[in-house]
């Protein structure tokens, strides 16, 4: 069992940034490939970001690419989201998610662990 939880949402003026953080609590966190994921109101959760497990590979969603960075400390359990040149668009709860696996999944359902999400919301 892995429990995830994540801090640092809040509200950003448009051009801003925010840093998330997931801190993983339960089995080996460097074990787990870890995702971060967004939902806005009305639409299906989406890939965001991911990170190997021994953090020597990122993938981003092309939304993203280049003004959002993820990383991780798997010494201290944690995994971050830095978001910068955010736009309204980014508005949504975002939400990191754990998988024991060696590769970086881009799916939902590929990914057994979650957090219960905090809100980012830009400001036009």
């Known amino acids: 069992q892995v429990q995830l939880v994540e801090s640092g949402g809040g509200l950003v003026q448009a051009g801003g940034s925010l840093r998330l953080s997931c801190a993983g609590l339960g089995r080996t966190f460097s074990n787990y490939a870890m995702g971060w994921f967004r939902q806005a109101p009305g639409k299906e959760r989406e890939f965001v970001a991911g990170?190997?497990?021994?953090?020597?590979?990122?993938y981003y969603a092309d939304s993203v690419k280049g003004r959002f960075t993820i990383s991780r400390d798997n010494a201290k359990n944690t995994v971050s989201l830095q978001m910068n040149s955010l736009k309204p668009e980014d508005t949504a709860v975002y939400y990191c998610?754990?998988?024991?696996?060696?590769?970086?999944?881009?799916?939902?359902?590929?990914?057994?662990?979650w957090g219960q999400g905090t809100q980012v919301t830009v400001s036009s």
């Open positions: 990170i190997s497990r021994g953090a020597g590979d990122t």
């Open positions: 998610a754990a998988q024991r696996t060696p590769m970086i999944p881009t799916t939902q359902r590929e990914y057994e662990y």
